[in-house]
DNA sequence: CCTGGTTTCGGAAACGTTTTCGGCAGGATG
DNA sequence: CATCCTGCCGAAAACGTTTCCGAAACCAGG
């Protein structure tokens, strides 16, 4: 069907030889006939099949955007989409084509890793959404095919990752707590299978400590990140600790549900009780009250992910990119009421 | 570097066309070869090229979706992303694999719609994002591969679409408006380059004349779906007719805008003017106050273009898909006040 | 024993490229 | 004149499959 380098061959009265020499720039071909060549190909409209060259060159010039849990989650529509759009503009600008993939634990364990790359030939690529205890953290790090992690402080030979400061966010979202007067602090964080949970958690300790203030592990309370998990997480700390005056949440999501369960106390946001929240998605700017919390760059994390894989590509070895958080503060956190 | 189908032919004994026929499950085999031969595969831990396969056969079981205009629209976001899920959950499970790929109008005379396609030898594409005025409309319907759009109401022999019947989604906003008693009915309709806009514009005007109501042409407004532009549709029609106790608008994200351009003009909704919307995307429940609007199934959509390709790829004829829209009445609309 | 039909298998071509190797001119050098 | 480059080009192998065609081998019927 389509025109081949075997039919711009015959037109030219040249071999195939000289015809892909001549598409590639190659040097040892008279300026002339490569022209000509050029223009005959023009002509007939001729497109290099992708396939026949992955085929023969052992590389596709295709990368995977590898998701773990994608439709499970509410919580991520937005953190997820902007990374997708990161990544597929940055690719696309290095040329690179993008194939789409999705797992689960489950699916993790039926088909593994290497399995997805050689089949598609896969040069390299980035993975989002695995948890600590998934199958693929172990085969990422000893396969041979590149890989970046989104959010999983993992580096490798042929690995790199690219994540936020997490302690970092979170220890700056509860010094603003306590900069506000508040010293009765609880903590609505991730599973404990997410590596950002464990991170957040650190922040949240060392904040208070700088501060002088007591930690008490039974000031916080682990949710799934999702919304429901947010109101049950202000039950639960509440009840225990009525004298609380602040929360921090290791998600926007979550920070939305605790919001809405004070409400349902009866509780003011933020005369009563301030919330902060993590991740700074779409909703955080339209909730009322609009929700004080710590901004992630989710489309440049794409885009730096496909800048690492890039780099892994050319040989280089793997490395971390860790980007500095920054606080988002709105109208969900005031100071302590005395 | 990986396992070959020579490298079983050799260690079993066979030529390759027998390992070829006893992995795809020929019948001309004796099943005890056929037998001895996967298990060897499977202890060799085989896995099929991909790339190969394609080459020879001639399609590759990958599905592009081709979306127009992504990052572009902030108001496109949770739609655009549920659509991605549906098609993507849809296409694993029908074994395909899913290459995504963004345009502009302007890439779109760069590359044509066929280059695209054959360079990855795409067995068939879903198409979104497309406007009246796009190259890759006319290309879509005289190209060989099959094509799904979504949201353009176009058939061809091998092109389908799946869309909103937005004529009446319009009409239903509309006459639940005028059933709660308005008869100022603006309208802020999307820019004209999209199909969407003509039919939600025809569901208004005929509410209106079913209800006899005069239709005027001045009372609707076009902008682009964008909140801005909802902010401005509000200014614009307000000051022309100050009588106005209601309007629609053709996006949520521009119903939104509305809404913070009336509070700032001292209205309140839905108490002075009632607003409606359209899509019913994740902020439509969060907001305040809570949007009604016209639910799409962004989802559904996206599992269903998956499933007018897989029929187009079966060789039957291109064929429409419309859903039927249904009301998610909330806040934002009331009773028209005496 | 011959014929004809199955069953089971292998050789080889094909898919569209890239790349290695070598060949043939022509000019420069000895 | 012999030798050696250098510039330009073609033949052929290679990538990993699938598939067409034919060939053994076996069996049944005559």
Do not use: W
Not at 49 to 69: C, D, E, P, W, Y
Not at 303 to 323: C, F, Q, S
């Amino acid at each position: 069907m389509g025109v081949t380098i075997k039919d711009i061959a015959k037109r030219a009265g040249v071999s195939v030889t000289t015809v892909s020499r001549a598409l590639n720039g190659y040097k040892d071909i008279r300026p002339e006939t490569r022209d000509r060549i050029l223009r005959i190909a023009e002509e007939m409209n001729y497109r290099p099949n992708a396939v026949a060259r992955s085929l023969v060159m052992k590389q596709s010039r295709t990368i995977g955007l590898i998701i773990s849990g994608l439709t499970r989650s509410r919580a991520g529509h937005d953190l997820t989409f902007n990374i997708i759009c990161g990544v597929n503009d940055r690719a696309t600008e290095a040329e690179y084509d993008l194939v789409l993939s999705t797992t689960d634990p489950s699916r993790q364990e039926q088909v593994p890793y290497m399995e997805l790359c050689r089949r598609r030939q896969l040069d390299g690529v980035i993975l989002m959404g695995v948890r600590t205890d998934d199958p693929y953290l172990k085969e990422v790090l000893e396969a041979s095919v590149p890989c970046v992690l989104i959010d999983v402080p993992l580096v490798g030979e042929k690995c790199s990752h690219v994540t936020l400061d997490n302690e970092r966010g979170a220890r700056l979202a509860v010094q603003h707590l306590i900069a506000e007067g508040h010293r009765q602090i609880g903590m609505i964080n991730g599973h404990a299978q997410a590596f950002v949970s464990l991170e957040r958690l650190n922040g949240y300790r060392n904040a208070l400590k700088e501060a002088g203030i007591e930690y008490r592990p039974e000031r916080v309370f682990f949710g799934d990140f999702e919304e429901s998990s947010g109101q049950e997480g202000v039950r639960h700390l509440l009840s225990r600790f009525p004298e609380t005056t602040a929360v921090f949440c290791a998600s926007d999501t979550m920070a939305i549900g605790a919001i809405r369960e004070l409400k349902a106390m009866g509780k003011r946001v933020p005369e009563d009780v301030s919330v902060m929240g993590f991740d700074d998605i779409e909703l955080a700017s339209f909730v009322t009250p609009l929700l004080s919390t710590v901004h992630q760059p989710f489309y440049e994390f794409g885009t730096r992910a496909v800048d690492l894989l890039i780099r892994l590509l050319k040989g280089e070895l793997g490395t971390a990119d860790v980007v500095e958080p920054h606080l988002a503060i709105r109208e969900s956190t005031a100071p302590r009421c005395p």
